[in-house]
């Protein structure tokens, strides 16, 4: 099972951009299904991108298609976020995960987590 280290977070003007990174260890990252999701202050924590082992597949929420993109690096053991056009609503904790499903990755089945990174988007 790996452990998982999110790096990147930061305070934002609206419009701006941010490339949040996990780190993997202490497993086989190229094995995983890894994900981002978020949470923001009194909300649930909500799905926001997933990348299948090979980084063939994608899958994104609506809400942030077109304006976020999620890869890997196998070699490096790491997962990207890279986020443009932040707008305030994108404010929230960002947590890396890793999961050994199919398909998009679900809170329920991701077996390891980060431990947040806070992006503030600034209006």
């Known amino acids: 099972q790996v452990q998982l280290v999110e790096s990147g977070g930061g305070v934002v003007q609206a419009g701006g951009s941010l490339r949040l990174s996990c780190a993997a260890s202490?497993?086989?990252?190229?094995?995983?299904?890894m994900a981002w999701f978020r949470q923001a202050p009194g909300k649930e924590r909500e799905s926001v991108a997933t990348?299948?082992?090979?980084?063939?597949?994608?899958y994104y929420a609506d809400s942030v298609k077109g304006r976020f993109t999620i890869s890997r690096d196998n070699a490096k053991n790491t997962v990207y976020l890279q986020m443009n056009n932040l707008k305030p609503e994108d404010t929230a904790v960002y947590y890396c995960?890793?999961?050994?499903?199919?398909?998009?990755?679900?809170?329920?089945?991701?077996?390891?987590w980060g431990q947040g990174t806070q992006v503030t988007v600034s209006s």
């Open positions: 995960a890793a999961g050994y499903g199919f398909g998009e990755l679900r809170q329920t089945t991701a077996r390891s």
């Open positions: 990348i299948s082992r090979t980084g063939g597949l994608t």
């Open positions: 202490g497993g086989t990252f190229s094995n995983a299904v």
